[in-house]
């Protein structure tokens, strides 16, 4: 564990179906951030929450919608999904919105801690 | 445009030693990230450089230069447990992190 829980680890759902993926972290972390990685591509960051504010959409379709009730908790609810939305979805969390700054290079200041990621399938 | 490149794959022998390169070119840079991804888990944090230069941690070691937007790992005294993905991240202004495609070191015995 790193600190960082996902759930679940598997999903496959249909194109109607509604359903949330779950993202944890009690490092103490200011920010979470969701993260979408498909084979032999970029990480490509989806939304990104500061204190439980969301400052980062980068223009991901209506059909995924992040909620953040806490700073421990964070959510990505789908619905309507389409087949090229299959991946590997990661939930991250850093200490301050970005990773930190300064010339800190500890990683407890620094950089992101990962979840273990959820895979969707959809069909 | 922000933009990160690193080979796709990578294959070496148990024992030996690699270098992964990456090449970056970011709005500003705040500093150079590597990660250690296996199969089906979470990345997990390798190394930070933001000064150029060499650091070494145990079997594995990450070089920065700043003036040629370059970086490499280093992997010494290869494990079978090192077959991974290695992910490549800098650091723009912003703070943000932008990511290469990885790069997946295979070890044959």
């Known amino acids: 564990e790193t600190g960082v829980t996902q759930t679940p680890r598997h999903l496959v759902m249909g194109m109607t179906n509604k359903k949330s993926l779950k993202c944890e972290q009690h490092?103490?972390?200011?920010?979470m951030y969701w993260y979408k990685q498909s084979a032999k591509k970029p990480l490509e960051l989806m939304f990104v929450?500061?204190?439980?504010?969301?400052?980062e959409n980068n223009s991901v379709p209506s059909r995924f919608s992040p909620e953040c009730p806490n700073s421990s908790h964070l959510f990505l609810h789908l619905h309507t999904l389409q087949p090229e939305d299959s991946a590997l979805y990661l939930c991250?969390?850093?200490?301050?919105?970005?990773?930190?700054?300064?010339?800190?290079?500890?990683?407890?200041?620094?950089?992101?801690?990962f979840g273990s990621g959820t895979r969707l399938t959809v069909v | 445009g922000q933009n990160i490149d690193q080979p796709t794959e990578m294959t070496a022998t148990e024992g030996a030693i690699v270098q992964i390169n990456c090449t970056y070119q970011?709005?500003?840079?705040?500093?150079l990230f590597w990660y250690q991804q296996h199969a089906g888990e979470a990345p997990t944090f390798l190394s930070y450089?933001?000064l150029d230069g060499l650091e070494e941690k145990g079997r594995f070691s990450s070089f920065l230069s700043r003036s040629k937007g370059y970086s490499y790992l280093l992997l010494k005294e290869l494990q079978m447990k090192d077959s991974a993905s290695y992910l490549c991240?800098?650091?723009?202004?912003?703070?943000?992190?932008?990511w290469g495609a990885g790069t997946k070191l295979i070890i044959k015995p």
């Open positions: 991250a969390s850093s200490l301050t919105p970005g990773g930190g700054q300064g010339l800190l290079m500890a990683q407890d200041n620094y950089g992101y801690t």
């Open positions: 929450y500061s204190l439980e504010e969301r400052v």
């Open positions: 490092l103490g972390h200011n920010a």
């Open positions: 991240a800098a650091m723009d202004s912003n703070y943000q992190l932008i």
């Open positions: 970011t709005s500003g840079f705040n500093g």
């Open positions: 450089n933001v």
